[in-house]
């Protein structure tokens, strides 16, 4: 039989297997290594007991995303709070390289928009409309965004990604009413959330379309990516990419580059720029290491 795994815990996968969960084990060559099956794999089940079974086999994957973990999602809402925690943006970039390099569409909400002024908000949107990803504003408090994400996660399946406390969890009940995920208040003290979503879960907002919440991460990660292919990886930079005058421009200390020209001139914007230089510099520090 066939199915979808919507998340797995301690050794166990739980499988959407036409409407029903089943709770499955997995054979003994997927225990080798850790992740080997993730929320929105597509898996052959053998039935040991009633709505009870055995993972055979975990079919190809059309899509796999590291941070969070998961398989076969064609988007990734990438949700930031305004403040509460404080947006930060290097994360939100590495977020943006990693959906890049898997082939996943971003979305960018930024959350919590009830809590900041007008102009704030606007300057952060207008930062990131630059790369032409879609930007939404939402607030689950004043409703701002809420059917414009709704109808962005219609007929799609899309996994939501962010840092702990940034409201993932409140726009998804927000967005489906019949949802009703555990969401945790953000400490005064440290301004973090507390990881209220333990694990990566596949739900159903409506027929076809399917949404994986996940807990919050913030680790500094930056996938397995050659150095000359990060520009391609910033959408914002490829138009200027051909207007560089060395072949194989990195765009950092080269004259006459077109990259830095367009940050310049306020084109592409410094930020972005600046997390650019830093994923480089690191992909560069890895290619001495190995
Ligand atoms: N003011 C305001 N608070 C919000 C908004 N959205 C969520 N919150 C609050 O922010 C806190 C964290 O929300 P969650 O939905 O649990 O955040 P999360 O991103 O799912 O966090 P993890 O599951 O830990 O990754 C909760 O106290 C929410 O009530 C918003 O738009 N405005
Ligand atoms: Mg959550
Ligand atoms: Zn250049």
């Given at each position: 039989m066939n199915g979808v795994v919507v998340r797995t815990y301690s050794g166990f996968c739980y499988v959407d297997i036409e409407g029903d969960i089943w709770e499955c084990r997995l054979r003994g060559k997927f225990r080798l290594t850790k992740q080997s099956v993730l929320?929105?794999?597509?898996?052959?089940?053998?039935?040991?007991?009633?709505?009870?079974?055995?993972?055979?086999?975990?079919l190809p994957r059309a899509t796999r995303l590291d941070r969070p973990a998961v398989a076969n999602v064609?988007?990734?809402?990438?949700?930031?709070?305004?403040?509460?925690?404080?947006?930060?943006?290097?994360?939100?970039?590495?977020?943006?390289?990693?959906?890049?390099?898997?082939?996943?569409?971003?979305v960018i909400c930024f959350?919590?928009?009830?809590?900041?002024?007008?102009?704030?908000?606007?300057?952060?949107?207008?930062?990131?409309r630059k790369t032409?990803?879609?930007?939404?504003?939402?607030?689950?408090?004043?409703?701002?965004?809420?059917?414009?994400?709704?109808?962005?996660?219609?007929?799609?399946?899309?996994?939501?990604?962010?840092?702990?406390?940034?409201?993932?969890?409140?726009l998804l009940n927000a967005v489906h009413p019949g949802f009703?995920?555990?969401?945790?208040?953000?400490?005064?003290?440290?301004?973090?959330?507390?990881?209220?979503?333990?694990?990566?879960e596949l739900l159903e907002t409506e027929p076809g379309s399917m949404v994986v919440d996940s807990p919050g991460f913030s680790s500094l990660y930056l996938p397995e990516i050659d150095k000359e292919s990060l520009p391609?990886?910033?959408?914002?930079?490829?138009?200027?990419?051909?207007?560089?005058k060395f072949n194989g421009c990195l765009h950092r200390a080269e004259p006459e580059c077109a990259?830095?020209?367009?940050?310049?001139?306020?084109?592409?914007?410094?930020?972005?720029?600046?997390?650019?230089?830093?994923?480089?510099?690191e992909l560069i520090e890895r290619e001495r290491r190995y």
């Open positions: 929320a929105g794999d597509r898996v052959k089940v053998k039935e040991t007991a009633d709505k009870k079974g055995v993972i055979e086999e975990v064609e988007q990734v809402v990438i949700v930031f709070a305004c403040r509460d925690p404080a947006p930060q943006t290097e994360l939100l970039d590495r977020i943006l390289v990693q959906a890049e390099a898997a082939d996943i569409s971003p959350n919590k928009s009830d809590l900041v002024e007008d102009e704030y908000l606007e300057g952060l949107v207008a930062d990131y032409g990803y879609r930007v939404i504003p939402t607030s689950t408090v004043s409703g701002t965004g809420v059917d414009q994400l709704r109808e962005c996660l219609h007929g799609r399946i899309t996994v939501l990604a962010g840092p702990s406390g940034a409201g993932k969890s409140s009703s995920l555990k969401t945790g208040k953000v400490s005064d003290k440290i301004g973090r959330g507390r990881h209220t979503t333990r694990y990566a391609e990886l910033f959408p914002d930079f490829l138009e200027h990419l051909d207007r560089c990259v830095k020209k367009a940050v310049k001139v306020g084109h592409i914007s410094e930020k972005r720029y600046e997390h650019y230089l830093i994923f480089l510099e």
